[in-house]
């Protein structure tokens, strides 16, 4: 393996790079690291956690999962190191204390391993299809800055750096212009709220005086419009809190009987499919430590999800288990998830072919994603032709 050096022999700067690959995988701390024989070395840092991880931190390379992805060229990752099934007995996460964990080859053009990009978190965070593909993609530009600095002369190495001034500073625009987006949906989500609740106070007023059944309809079915009203609002701030980084605000607190709170939540979600019977097997802790609306919200979501795609008559399965260290909660359908859908099935506004476009949002599956996570867990799918579809929440019970 080769050292690189600029041409004042320090590193160039991967900022905007590192802060690129926080924002996709949702970790706090992300590196560029170099690969010796038998050395990783930081060379560029960004730690948000305080971990106290900075450039020029060393380590055996045995110690670290960068060996195994500088000799493979394959990536290694996990959402969780004490769930995932290959690396819960690897001494290197608790070692270095994350749990949470992407790392990618950079490949140089002529095809020598340089060294890794990596993103880490002492907490789980979801690592999905999408985030893997953009490390890959930035992996490329980080090999691209460091071929740079190996090939060009002193002359062009001048326009070489503005050149990636300049695009670190259309990354930081389109960053900004984004947030822009994100925080007018959060705002006119909120201020939607007012006119809202006057609505309901005046249908409430006019149902005091209405005498006919003609005008009781027309309440009730504008009571049902203000229903919906809210909950399309409650979603949209659930969205714009997501993706500008803060996070679904959750009210944890000791729950009793969550098995039976959640038992009426499911039957309440699936009143409107009178079609799809519900079958519920719950078998939970007395007392949960958790923010039970929200869990509520996930399962429901999840339910709508199996009536909406599983096969009419066939029945929706509740599951919930837990253990000394985890509860898991399952929904299970018949019917198979399209190939074309599975990688996108935790991106907001996603919809399947078929689906009309009055069914919602879209936000359905990604905002139960987001309250698994904020919870510390996660939540998966599996889905076959022979066996149907399991989405699996797994939520640690000492959140």
Same mark, same amino acid.
């Given at each position: &393996?080769?050292r690189i050096p600029s041409k004042d022999g320090t590193f160039p700067s991967f900022h905007s790079c590192l802060e690129l690959a926080c924002a996709v995988s949702g970790m706090r701390v992300a590196l560029v690291g170099e690969v010796s024989n038998d050395e990783w070395r930081a060379?560029? @840092?960004? =730690?948000?956690?305080?971990?106290?991880?900075?450039?020029?931190?060393?380590?055996?390379?045995?110690?670290?999962?960068?060996?195994?992805?500088?000799?493979?060229?394959?990536?290694?990752?996990?959402?969780?190191?004490?769930?995932?099934?290959?690396?819960?007995?690897?001494?290197?996460?608790?070692?270095?204390?994350?749990?949470?964990?992407?790392?990618?080859?950079?490949? %140089?053009?002529?095809?020598?391993?340089?060294?890794?990009?990596?993103?880490?978190?002492?907490?789980?965070?979801?690592?999905?299809?999408?985030?893997?593909?953009? &490390?890959?993609?930035?992996?490329?530009?980080?090999?691209?800055?460091?071929? @740079?600095?190996?090939?060009?002369?002193?002359?062009?190495?001048?326009?070489?750096?503005?050149? %990636?001034?300049?695009?670190? &500073?259309?990354?930081?625009?389109?960053?900004?212009?984004?947030?822009?987006?994100?925080?007018?949906?959060?705002?006119?989500?909120?201020?939607?709220?007012?006119?809202?609740?006057?609505?309901?106070?005046?249908?409430?007023?006019?149902?005091?005086?209405?005498?006919?059944?003609?005008?009781?309809?027309?309440?009730?079915?504008?009571?049902?419009?203000?229903?919906?009203?809210?909950e399309l609002i409650d979603v949209t701030l659930d969205f714009a809190r997501g993706r500008l980084g803060s996070g679904l605000a959750l009210r944890i607190k000791p729950c009793t009987g969550l098995a039976t709170i959640l038992t009426r939540v499911s039957q309440q979600a699936l009143?409107?499919?009178?079609?799809?019977?519900?079958?519920?097997?719950?078998?939970?802790?007395?007392?949960?430590?958790?923010?039970?609306?929200?869990? #509520?919200?996930?399962?429901?979501?999840?339910?709508?999800?199996?009536?909406?795609?599983?096969?009419?008559?066939?029945?929706?399965?509740?599951?919930?288990?837990?253990?000394?260290? =985890? &509860?898991?909660?399952?929904?299970?359908?018949?019917?198979?998830?399209?190939? #074309?859908?599975?990688?996108?099935?935790?991106?907001?506004?996603?919809?399947?072919? =078929?689906?009309? %476009? =009055?069914?919602?949002?879209?936000?359905?599956?990604?905002?139960?994603?987001?309250?698994? %996570?904020?919870?510390?867990?996660?939540?998966?799918?599996?889905? @076959?032709?022979?066996? #149907?579809?399991?989405?699996?929440?797994?939520?640690?019970?000492?959140?």
């Amino acid at each position: &393996m080769r050292r690189i050096p600029s041409k004042d022999g320090t590193f160039p700067s991967f900022h905007s790079c590192l802060e690129l690959a926080c924002a996709v995988s949702g970790m706090r701390v992300a590196l560029v690291g170099e690969v010796s024989n038998d050395e990783w070395r930081a060379i560029h @840092a960004l =730690d948000r956690a305080g971990m106290g991880i900075s450039a020029g931190l060393r380590l055996d390379l045995i110690n670290t999962f960068c060996r195994d992805v500088t000799a493979t060229g394959a990536a290694v990752w996990f959402s969780d190191s004490q769930q995932d099934p290959i690396h819960c007995s690897s001494p290197i996460p608790a070692a270095h204390g994350f749990r949470s964990y992407i790392s990618v080859p950079v490949v %140089l053009a002529d095809g020598q391993v340089y060294g890794t990009l990596c993103t880490l978190d002492p907490d789980p965070r979801q690592v999905t299809d999408e985030s893997l593909r953009a &490390m890959h993609a930035l992996a490329k530009v980080v090999a691209e800055q460091v071929g @740079a600095v190996e090939h060009t002369s002193s002359a062009s190495l001048a326009h070489s750096e503005q050149r %990636l001034q300049a695009s670190e &500073m259309v990354n930081s625009a389109l960053r900004e212009e984004g947030r822009e987006r994100e925080e007018f949906i959060a705002v006119l989500a909120h201020d939607l709220r007012n006119p809202l609740q006057a609505i309901r106070v005046t249908s409430e007023l006019l149902a005091l005086s209405a005498a006919s059944p003609a005008q009781q309809n027309l309440l009730q079915h504008l009571d049902d419009s203000a229903d919906r009203m809210a909950e399309l609002i409650d979603v949209t701030l659930d969205f714009a809190r997501g993706r500008l980084g803060s996070g679904l605000a959750l009210r944890i607190k000791p729950c009793t009987g969550l098995a039976t709170i959640l038992t009426r939540v499911s039957q309440q979600a699936l009143a409107p499919y009178p079609g799809c019977p519900l079958e519920i097997d719950l078998d939970l802790p007395e007392v949960v430590n958790c923010d039970v609306d929200r869990l #509520g919200q996930l399962i429901g979501n999840l339910l709508i999800n199996a009536a909406v795609h599983g096969q009419q008559g066939e029945p929706i399965v509740l599951r919930g288990r837990a253990d000394d260290r =985890d &509860m898991t909660l399952e929904v299970q359908n018949h019917g198979a998830i399209p190939e #074309g859908s599975k990688d996108t099935l935790f991106k907001p506004f996603h919809r399947s072919g =078929d689906q009309r %476009l =009055d069914s919602g949002l879209g936000l359905g599956l990604y905002i139960a994603a987001q309250i698994a %996570l904020s919870h510390g867990g996660t939540l998966t799918a599996a889905s @076959a032709a022979d066996t #149907g579809t399991t989405f699996t929440a797994r939520l640690p019970l000492s959140h």
